[in-house]
């Protein structure tokens, strides 16, 4: 599965994104689809998950501002990103795997990874 990741940029507080992570490969749609960040000097955090079955779960750090949602038709699973602060700059990463319910939120859970995009939200 080769993942790509697109739709970073300069955006100011309380503005809004899109991020986008579109999937190649022959089996990319049985994979749990999962986006992480990773700020600078900090470990790469779990933001939200949309588990292959179509359920969705987020980090509490982002829930209610942050939805995820896909496009089938596209191989595609887009991170819309609401309200921002500038806490939530980071390089943003989607992953793909198989994680179970104890590796979901780490990275350790995914095989695949895509490249990264920076967002970053001015104050």
């Known amino acids: 599965v080769q993942l790509q990741a697109s739709g970073g940029g300069l955006v100011q507080s309380g503005g809004s994104l899109r991020l986008s992570c579109q999937a190649s490969?022959?089996?990319?749609?049985?994979?749990?689809m999962t986006w992480f960040r990773q700020a600078p000097g900090k470990e790469r955090e779990f933001v939200g998950i949309m588990w292959s079955r179509g359920s969705i779960y987020y980090a509490d750090s982002v829930e209610g501002r942050f939805t995820i949602s896909k496009d089938n038709a596209k191989n595609t699973v887009f991170l819309q990103m609401n309200s921002l602060k500038p806490e939530d700059t980071a390089v943003y990463f989607c992953?793909?795997?198989?994680?179970?319910?104890?590796?979901?939120?780490?990275?350790?859970?995914?095989?695949?990874w895509g490249q990264g995009t920076l967002v970053t939200v001015s104050s």
């Open positions: 490969g022959r089996t990319s749609s049985r994979y749990t």
């Open positions: 992953a793909a795997g198989r994680p179970d319910s104890g590796s979901y939120n780490y990275p350790r859970g995914y095989d695949y």
